[in-house]
């Protein structure tokens, strides 16, 4: 069945419907549409509540870690920046493994028991050995290295890292 539409009295053409001057400056108008609302986005985002300075929890040494802690730093490895500051450091990363935001580290990492982990060498070698972490510990004491981390979020910071 074929579709006929009749124009009424009062219709007018198509191409009168829109002056020519608005069609042609269309982009212009959903640029400044969409310059304004973002605008208008971020300054309510601006008026938004303060967010509180992060604290840093107290870290509780055991007492095989405070034979460990802290370690000697290696001055081979300085960097030709400052130090990036703690509690930026401490309270922003990408640590997944303790959750998907980035201040969950802060709160969880302290939970995670690194003893007992051990270290497995077997498949293809001569001898097939297991270490535990303390095992590791006494054939190669730990050092502290700074470190720039560099992040493809567009972050970066420099840090001590043992």
């Not at 967010?51 to 370690?71: F, M, N, Q, R, V």
């Not at 703690?86 to 995670?112: C, M, R, V």
């Not at 097939?128 to 290295?145: A, G, N, Q, S, V």
Request: proline content about 7%; charged content about 25%.
């Amino acid at each position: 069945m074929a579709h006929i539409q009749l124009k009424k009295e009062w219709g007018i053409s198509e191409n009168l419907a829109t002056p020519e001057s608005a069609y042609l400056r269309r982009r212009e108008f959903l640029k400044g549409t969409v310059l304004t609302a973002s605008a208008t986005a971020g300054a309510l985002y601006g008026c938004g509540p303060a967010i509180p300075a992060k604290t840093l929890p107290e870290i509780i040494w055991s007492e095989l870690d405070k034979t460990i802690y802290p370690a000697k730093r290696n001055l081979t490895y300085e960097l030709d920046r400052p130090m990036t500051a703690e509690n930026i450091a401490s309270t922003y990363n990408n640590f997944y493994e303790f959750g998907s935001d980035k201040d969950d580290p802060l709160h969880y990492a302290q939970k995670l028991n690194t003893r007992p982990w051990s270290l497995q060498i077997s498949g293809l070698v001569n001898k097939p050995m297991t270490f535990d972490i303390d095992d590791l510990l006494k054939i190669m004491p730990i050092e502290e290295r700074v470190c720039r981390l560099r992040c493809v979020e567009a972050w970066a910071m420099a840090v001590p890292w043992t």
